[in-house]
């Protein structure tokens, strides 16, 4: 009996190495929302469902303090009012979003009056990154950076 248990325990070692590998696995973190406190939520909200293009999803306040949009599968940004007043951010500390066509972008920013910058902040003009990416930055009506690239995956 006692050579069937020892004969047992790798199986037995190997199986519960696997599940816990397995398990740890599952519990790493994922990226699930990013929130933005804004001073005007109807206009965010416009801003964000028109000029970005982002869809509505249901939020569970429903108290008109709150709109949440899908950015992902999965991921979401909850934008959210109550702020008093516009701030200053760092470009550096941004939301980035890819869309098909970097000239039908533009084209839309331009003809909504929308201003857009490249990476050194030259108006109107776009960064063409050493991998052939295109990206312009501007700021919502709150003062977050946005950037916008024409990334394919």
């Given at each position: 009996?006692t050579s069937?248990?020892?004969?047992?325990l790798?199986?037995?070692?190997?199986f519960?190495t696997?599940?816990?590998?397995?398990?740890?696995?599952?519990?790493?973190?994922?990226?699930?929302?990013?929130a933005?406190f804004?001073?005007?939520?109807?206009?965010?909200?416009?801003?964000?469902?028109?000029?970005?293009?982002l869809?509505?999803i249901?939020?569970?306040?429903?108290?008109?303090?709150?709109?949440?949009?899908?950015?992902?599968?999965?991921?979401?940004?909850h934008?959210?009012?109550?702020?008093?007043?516009?701030?200053?951010?760092?470009?550096?500390n941004?939301?980035?979003?890819?869309?098909p066509?970097m000239?039908a972008?533009?084209?839309?920013?331009?003809?909504?009056?929308?201003?857009?910058?490249?990476?050194?902040?030259?108006?109107?003009?776009v960064?063409?990154?050493?991998?052939?990416?295109?990206?312009?930055?501007?700021?919502?009506?709150?003062?977050?950076?946005?950037?916008?690239?024409?990334?394919?995956?």
């Open positions: 009996m069937q248990r020892i004969k047992l790798p199986i037995i070692m190997l519960l696997m599940n816990w590998a397995s398990q740890a696995q599952e519990k790493k973190a994922h990226f699930n929302h990013e933005i804004v001073t005007d939520l109807q206009r965010s909200t416009a801003f964000y469902r028109d000029v970005i293009r869809d509505t249901p939020e569970p306040f429903h108290d008109n303090a709150h709109t949440w949009f899908s950015i992902g599968a999965g991921i979401e940004l934008v959210i009012q109550g702020a008093d007043a516009r701030k200053e951010y760092f470009k550096n941004h939301m980035c979003f890819s869309v066509s000239d972008f533009t084209s839309t920013l331009k003809k909504s009056g929308m201003a857009y910058e490249n990476v050194k902040g030259e108006k109107g003009q960064t063409t990154r050493p991998d052939g990416i295109h990206q312009i930055w501007f700021q919502d009506p709150d003062g977050y950076w946005i950037e916008i690239n024409d990334v394919k995956y």
